[in-house]
């Protein structure tokens, strides 16, 4: 029920903002966005309130964070009372604390033997999982460099991504990693672990680690 439109360029996404009479833009953790909303506003050309989700300080080519100065920017909601402190340019009571939220009650401790059983793995063998998007940031062949070496657990890795396949070819072999692709009900499957590891290069908060620590 929700009009998506996909721009596919930045110069297209402008001429769309400048032609729709919009009331609120929202946009998230990009330089050029932010700089090309700005303009508009300048220009005149858009009235809509401009709300900006700052997630963190990281930076790269793109990062909003580099730029510690806003203008026309109404309001900032921030997954963290300590972030943007030292941005300017947005009133302090428009600078919105929301923290990262998921559904506790959907990750109640459940048990994981019946999934033991079924994929032969020893009772008395520990279970390490990861739950995370297959691509580089996320730098699952150090979780496999793990695997190589500690062969007295079994790693279940969780998630489908444009890496998958090479993941795959790199784990080919190991008889302690299994690799369960994208899982929908994904709450289902936390209890099967005994330990749960993130290798990421670089995180914001990542919502795994929560549900993990929920899951128990």
């Keep these: 029920s929700v009009r998506n439109i996909h721009s596919g360029s930045m110069k297209r ?12 833009i929202v946009f998230y953790n990009s330089a050029r966005v932010y700089n090309m909303l700005v303009g508009l506003k300048k220009k005149k050309y858009i009235n809509a309130k401009i709300v900006e989700i700052y997630h963190s300080d990281f930076r790269w080519s793109d990062s909003v964070s580099t730029l510690r100065e806003r203008e026309h920017v109404e309001y900032m909601f921030r997954v963290s009372s300590d972030l943007a402190e030292d941005i300017s340019g947005v009133r302090r009571e428009n600078k919105i604390h929301m923290p990262v939220g998921i559904d506790i009650d959907k990750f109640t401790i459940k048990d994981g033997k019946d999934f033991r059983s079924k994929n032969n793995i020893p009772s008395g063998m520990p279970i390490v999982g990861t739950v995370c998007r297959m691509s580089p940031e996320k730098d699952v062949p150090y979780t496999l460099e793990l695997a190589k070496k500690m062969k007295d657990f079994f790693f279940i890795l ?11 070819e790199i784990a080919s072999g190991l008889n302690n990693v299994r690799f369960l692709g994208y899982k929908a ?14 290798t990421s290069k670089m995180e914001g908060t990542p919502i795994s680690i929560l549900e993990a620590m929920a899951s128990g």
Excluded: H, M, V, W
């Design 158 to 168: 969780i998630g489908s991504g444009p890496e998958e396949n090479k993941y795959k």
């Design 13 to 24: 996404l402008e001429t769309t903002i400048s032609n729709s009479e919009y009331d609120t």
């Design 185 to 198: 009900d994904i709450q289902r499957y936390y209890c099967l672990f005994d330990a749960f590891l993130l």
